[in-house]
């Protein structure tokens, strides 16, 4: 590809509220270097245009890199009539979810996987896969417990009688399979902060079904090795 437009922005002005990886919140960060590009395109509803720019955190000193993208068509009238675009934005190195946090090491392989993925696509900001991994993670805890039903809907309501789960989380579990639907065949992406709640939910049935009888069964069995150590001595 190739601009039809590119130049070079004045960086002192611009400062911005951004993510820091390193401070672990949002702070100040100046702009060191920025550039737009523009593509035209057969006129302005098929065109698109970007900023990328690069930023230090006022925090810790960090770089990072800005790219921020718009379509053309993709418009909207502000308050006084003038014609703006809505933006998406990546950064680079992108934003660490903490998803990645999760306890997975007592899952099935399949349940670690899709949840590995689901944090590196939410860290990558890539949220239509990391809404549809989201079902995933339900669907795949359903068909490993073996959980009777003709649709996920049907399975999820067995899932939480079987493990227990109250009825505020079993709905939220279907806002989960929801929004997934959503994704799968509407390309209606959860927003972030939707996918790391919505994961927090998962991490709660992820801990129910297998990290906590698991770390149940360990101390069972070092405690019966150590009592009948005992017993000998
Ligand atoms: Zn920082």
Same mark, same amino acid.
């Given at each position: 590809?190739?601009? %039809? ?5 004045? /960086? ?20 060191? &270097? ?7 395109? %057969? ?12 930023? *230090? ?9 800005? *790219? %921020? ?17 809505? $933006?998406?934005?990546?950064?680079? /190195? /992108?934003?660490?979810?903490? =998803? ?7 899952? /099935? ?8 993925? &689901? &944090? ?8 239509? +896969? ?12 359903? @068909?490993?417990?073996? $959980?009777?039903?003709? @649709? ?19 709905? =939220?579990?279907?806002?989960? *399979? ?5 994704? &799968? ?11 790391? +709640? ?5 991490? =709660? ?12 069964? *360990? +101390?069972?069995?070092? +405690? ?10």
């Amino acid at each position: 590809m190739m601009w %039809d437009k590119f130049e070079r922005l004045k /960086p002192t002005a611009k400062r911005r509220l951004i993510s820091c990886n390193q401070c672990r919140r949002k702070s100040i960060h100046n702009a060191l &270097a920025r550039f737009q590009g523009t593509v035209f395109g %057969d006129g302005m509803p098929d065109g698109y245009g970007e900023e990328h720019g690069l930023y *230090r955190c006022g925090g810790c000193d960090s770089i990072i890199f800005i *790219r %921020d993208h718009w379509e053309h068509e993709d418009h909207f009238t502000d308050d006084n009539g003038e014609i703006d675009f809505f $933006v998406t934005t990546k950064q680079y /190195p /992108p934003v660490l979810s903490n =998803l990645s946090d999760i306890d997975t090491s007592d899952c /099935p392989e399949s349940i670690r996987n899709i949840v590995q993925e &689901a &944090a590196s696509s939410l860290d990558n900001n890539n949220l239509l +896969a990391a809404t549809i991994l989201a079902r995933m993670t339900v669907e795949e805890i359903c @068909n490993d417990l073996g $959980v009777k039903g003709r @649709n996920l809907q049907q399975k999820i309501d067995s899932l939480c009688s079987s493990l227990s789960i109250d009825d505020e989380q079993k709905s =939220l579990i279907h806002e989960i *399979r929801i929004r997934g639907n959503d994704g &799968a065949h509407k390309s209606r992406g959860m927003s972030a902060a939707e996918v790391k +709640a919505g994961f927090e939910i998962l991490a =709660l049935v992820i801990d129910k079904r297998y990290s906590s009888p698991a770390r149940a069964s *360990r +101390a069972v069995e070092s +405690a019966k090795r150590q009592l009948r150590k005992s017993k000998k001595n």
